[in-house]
């Protein structure tokens, strides 16, 4: 099975920028749909936004609350997915996990198997 590792969190500015690492191992990425989730202090988890690969090309999808400002992508030869957070706001401080569904469009969290452990970001105001 997949394991998968976050990293590149950390505390930033309000309108700063950050790039998030999702590193996979024990499977290749490109056989799964990835994903990037936030879960906020007293909040549930929430999705943030997915990429998968099929015959017709690459496929994303973003929340309403960061399309236009976070950009998902992957590297299949470094076996790792990236999230490029632009124009931080305080309200994206929360904990990320990255995870992986077998399906080919998840909607639920449920439908994704395999979790990352998370790396906090903190965007001070």
């Known amino acids: 099975q997949v394991q998968l590792v976050e990293s590149g969190g950390g505390l930033v500015r309000s309108g700063d920028s950050l790039r998030l690492s999702c590193a996979a191992s024990?499977?290749?990425?490109?056989?799964?749909?990835t994903g990037w989730f936030r879960q906020a202090p007293g909040k549930e988890r929430e999705f943030v936004s997915r990429i998968s690969h099929s015959w017709s090309g690459v496929h994303t999808l973003y929340a309403d609350s960061v399309k236009g400002r976070f950009t998902v992508s992957r590297d299949y030869g470094k076996n790792t997915m990236y999230l490029q957070m632009n124009n931080l706001k305080a309200e994206d401080t929360a904990v990320y996990y990255c995870?992986?569904?077998?399906?080919?469009?998840?909607?639920?969290?449920?439908?994704?198997?395999?979790w990352g452990q998370g790396t906090q970001v903190t965007v001070s105001s």
């Open positions: 995870a992986a569904s077998t399906r080919d469009y998840p909607s639920a969290i449920d439908e994704y198997d395999y």
């Open positions: 024990g499977g290749t990425v490109s056989s799964y749909t």
